[in-house]
């Protein structure tokens, strides 16, 4: 009788202690497009680390950098139908179904990170971020980058005029090809992935990107000219799904996975405005490119030509986020 009583026992033991400690690992499967050395890169692998430590390995995730598990497009339909359960693309990739996150494509619409983040950080900022929710989505932060510079093989560029027939390659959005015409240029959609070929065989002549993606998937190396025009932002939006989501709270693991997205992008901020420094000095300190500074005189005039654009998308946008946008100082 003792004995079957013992034996009751540990069973019960095994049960509660062994079974759970083995239960199966929530798996996030987190895919982006950039290298592993920029602020992206760096904040997703922080955020494995902070997940997987705090939740002592009840969560796993899996970083796929360089789109080597899906690229542009592909991320964000793999996101609505759960294959992957994080992504952070940039905003022009969301524009075939949350056409209003072209917002942050405008050229000069901030003139600074800080005005950048007081927007994001605001009710206006808070909105956008729910409104990929209609797609079974959940908009959890905004990720930072930076703002972009041009480059081209055909010709300095110190005022716009001198843009005219040159070749860019742009993201799909309909701002960025509105931006390119303004100026006399010619837009071409292609993937991130596809860009330092397309410059090194001539499919376009240049392209505009911030200083991390611009280094660290050495551009320098099959580019000529290089304006410092910051004439706009490239960020981001972390996203997740509502499969994923409900998951995590039936698991009581929404909290923490929560809090930890909130430390990571605290990190990131701090990083992109590092790395933004240090890959512009190593661009300078590899030499072989031809920089030009725009002087504030002609930022005038690229502000005043490129924000032409904007009545273009008073609808498509939203007027009131563009004004609220412009108003947040
Ligand atoms: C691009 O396509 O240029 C960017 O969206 C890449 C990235 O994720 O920074």
Redesign the pocket.
Known sequence: MKLLRNMMFLMVAFSLLVVPAMAKPIKVKFS???AVE?P?GKAAEYLKKLLEERTNGKIKMEVYPNASLYG?REAVEALKMNAIQLA???F??FTGFVPQLQLFDLPFLFDSTEHLHKFMDSEWGKKILKLVGSKGLVGLAYWD?GFKVLSNNIRPIILPKDAKGIKFRI?SSKVLEEQFKVIGAIPHVL??SE?YSALQQGVVDGAE??WS?FYTKKFYEVQKYLTVSYHGY?G?MLVTNKIFMKKLKKAGLDKVFLDSVKEATEYERKLAKELDEYYYNKVKEYGKIQIHVTTPEERKIWKKTMMQIYPKFYDVIGKEFIDAALNTK
Request: glycine share 0%; hydrophobic share 30%; charged share 15%.
């Open positions: 982006h497009v950039v920029t992206k542009d952070c693309p940039s022009s990739k980058n993201m993937p991130f860009v990107n911030p993606n490239l981001y």
